[in-house]
């Protein structure tokens, strides 16, 4: 083992880490290590160090998913965490949109209009079985267009 190594990525870049790291020699095929470049290229990698890392560590939490392991339980609990915060940000921006449309048409309908109750309890009754009917995938212009009444 050779102490003090500073260790240098394909690209020339210097590893500031290098007291962490341990080198170690591989022997792979001249074909794999064509597809591992071709890879690091395409997929924005700095290195083959950091190719054969992650390629470790995802075959270490592939093998712990197998067993039950807690690396899986990490590694799942973290993709898990982003996807649900991606998903909740686009529906909240969905929600917003769809609430400040309905309060703009709320808006110019109660200015125009005067409903009584009835008519408020029949309008809400269509809507309930529109929204129920087509899963929720009305559109704002097919309503206005009346594609939706049942009368």
């Known amino acids: 083992m050779v ?3 500073v260790g240098v990525d394909i690209l020339g870049g210097i590893d500031t880490d290098s007291e962490n790291k341990q080198r170690v020699s591989l022997y792979l095929d001249k074909k794999t290590i064509q597809v591992v470049d071709s890879y690091i290229k395409k997929n ?14 995802n075959l270490i939490a592939d093998e712990a998913i197998k067993s ?34 309905l ?18 309890d029949e309008m809400r009754r269509e809507a309930i079985n529109n929204v129920r009917r087509t899963r929720g995938k009305i559109k704002l212009d097919d309503i206005a267009k009346g594609w939706y009444n049942e009368k």
């Open 44 to 57: 924005g990698l700095h290195s083959r160090n950091e190719f054969f890392e992650k390629a470790a560590e």
């Open 68 to 101: 039950g392991g807690d690396v899986m339980s990490e590694k799942l609990a973290k993709a898990i965490e982003v996807v649900s915060e991606n998903n909740a940000k686009a529906i909240s921006k969905g929600l917003f949109r769809y609430a400040v449309q």
């Open 3 to 5: 102490d003090n190594l």
């Open 103 to 120: 309060e703009m048409m709320m808006r110019y309908i109660a200015q125009t209009h005067e409903f009584t109750d009835d008519e408020l």
